[in-house]
């Protein structure tokens, strides 16, 4: 029999465990042989990055093990493996490189104590290739791409790792070919999809790269325009594969499109477009090695597509012929290929984000770890693309709305809704089914998740509205979205929150000082002062903001201005703050002056410190936790009961008692 209770209230079998215990973070995968090999994020296990395999469920791994890089900050390509069984992989702890033989311990192939740590970890040709980040003193690391020699020589002698190239304030993709490197470079104050530059050069007889010739991308590359260059991969000896985003045409809009590089010996090389679209094959580079086609071993290309929601195509690069995959995934990316098979990471509107195979040829798509749920999909929500006009141009958002079989609410009851604003804010959204999201429509909240001006996904003109306006055009974009849902009947005016972290948080943080849409917000390791986040932040976003919003001193009044913590007589609206103890990301010094400005208004709030997390949570007690505090939070400051969900102490809400 159907219930009917108000929304918010509603009974739901999804708890905060299923989430953690359920929806692991899933990270790179490999072909090892005949097997699969896949990184797994360990909630119980204090979040730590295991590697496993398919074969028999079993952990290459184990305990306390965990494969994880830091550099720049955000890591990527901590692991890879030989055919034989031999993983190696960057170690989170002391971000040395092991290498696990199986039967055997790690052991290590870099020094300790060494100021240095690793990723972007490339096998090629019988040598160990990496991205190195030292750091000496009080100054900026210096990046350089290196070879580690495998027989454990470096371990005790830093020397034995040989240099490659240097000479950038960051370097990624290191990709050999017999005598030449192939690799990613970009400096100071630009980030990798505002200019990086594709870069070539000859290996010399002492290892080095001393010369290098610029193939694509960069400063003003194309017309007074910058230019992102990404993903080198060699497909002969004479063919290198990449994508950037030069205009289609003169005045046609930036798009990441995948090209090819002609190098015949001793001629000028030769660029061309293979699969020219008004789509981006390619994305924000957070985390290194991060692939968006792979060459297939008869020459055609896998690509993924994103205009929105992302596709899958085959492309053949000599008649640039192009065959669509149908596939249930609308957010993918590739991660490894072998013949005609391909390792994917992805999700869809009615699929869960997993693990997948796809075998090209036969137009199968088949889940290695993940994609599925035990729950009915008629407790998942279905997310319905919307676009919204706003004051910057329109804005793309997806609408999940509350999905109880159950339960209904009373006839002429609008739902609260909970606006989510993703990190970034380069990042992007594609209206997956998720577990998360479940917890939430569920229990009778609709949640609307939004690709405010500044997304990927789009190409880089809706990327770069957000240019110099971070604080105005994000808090805009989402406000608008709010709004639109509201005067379309979806949402509940009165009862409209927001929930981002990083720089989903400080759009968050904006949007309640700013505007009266949002009666609830929720703010996870937010930027609440940007000159304190200019100080404190770390080097590979060091100079972010300079685009973002300006450069020092010059902006000095925006940054002021701007930022939530100089102007706390604005901060009226409830908030719920969560913060990792140990974030270098977003230290707490933040969230805690954010607390304090909160107290001194008397604003109603709750302060989450979670020790040991960092720039997200990962344990599986800090996930619970968040999610179980984030309903009780929504749930005492708009207006309903949270049923089976803890309480949670909030400073100054007028209960009598302070909790839910």
Known sequence: MVQTLPFGSWPSPISARDIAG???????????????????????????????????GGRVLPAPWSARSRVHEYGGGAWTADDSGGLLFVEQSDQRIHLLAEGADPVPLTPADAGMAFGDLVLADGRLWAVRETQSGEGAPRRDIVVVPLDGSAATDASAIRGVVSGSDFVAYPTPRGDRLAWVAWDHPDMPWDAAELRLGRIESDGRVREWTT??????????????????????????LFVSDPPICEGGPARWNLRRARLPAGETAVVESILPADADTGGPLWNLGTRWYAPLDDGRVLAVQTNGRDR??????????????????????????????????????????????LDVDARTVTPVRGGETDLALAWMPEALPLTFPGPHGEVHAFAYPPTN????????????????????????????????????????????????????????????????????????????????????????PARLAIRGGSAGGWTVLCALADTDVFAAGISRYGV?????????????????????????????????????????????????????????????????????????????????????????????????????????????????????????????????????
């Open 405 to 492: 079989p159950e339960v209904t609410a009373p006839e002429g009851e609008l739902p609260p809704y909970l606006a989510l604003v993703h990190g970034g804010p380069t990042a992007h959204v594609a209206g997956d089914l998720s577990l998360a999201v479940a917890y939430f429509t569920s229990r009778g909240i609709g949640v609307l998740d939004v690709n405010y001006g500044g997304s990927t996904g789009y190409g880089r003109s809706y990327r770069e509205r957000l240019q110099g306006g971070w604080g105005v055009v994000d808090v805009d974009d989402v406000a608008a979205a709010a709004r639109g849902m509201a005067e379309s009947g979806f949402a509940d």
């Open 215 to 240: 193939l694509a991308g960069g400063r003003r590359a194309w017309e007074s325009q910058d230019v992102s260059a990404l993903q080198p991969q060699w497909t002969s000896d004479d063919d290198l």
């Open 22 to 56: 359920n929806a692991p973070r899933l990270g790179d995968a490999r072909f090892v042989g005949d097997d699969v090999w896949w990184a797994e994020g360990v909630a119980a296990e204090g979040g730590r990055t295991a590697v496993l395999r398919a074969s028999d």
């Open 528 to 660: 609440a002062d940007l000159r304190m986040l200019v100080a404190e932040t770390h080097d590979f976003e060091a100079r972010y903001i300079d685009k973002l919003v300006g450069p020092l001193p010059e902006a000095v009044d925006l940054y002021e201005s701007r930022s939530p913590l100089s102007r706390p007589e604005l901060l009226r609206t409830p908030l719920l703050i969560e913060q990792g103890a140990d974030d270098p990301v977003v230290p707490p010094s933040q969230a805690e002056a954010l607390r304090d400005a909160l107290a001194a208004n008397g604003v109603p709030h709750a302060y989450l410190l979670f020790e040991g997390e960092s720039h997200g949570f990962r344990g599986s007690e800090a996930i619970v936790r968040s999610l179980e505090s984030e309903v009780a939070f929504l749930g005492a400051v708009l207006g309903f009961a949270t049923p089976g969900v803890p309480t949670l102490e909030i400073e100054a809400l007028s209960a009598p008692d302070g909790t839910v």
């Open 312 to 357: 899958l195509v085959v492309v053949s690069p000599d008649t640039r012929a192009v065959t669509e995959l149908e596939t249930p995934l609308a957010q993918v990316l590739v991660k490894d290929v072998r013949g005609s098979r391909v390792l994917l990471s992805g999700a869809g509107p009615r699929t869960p984000g997993g693990i997948w195979l």
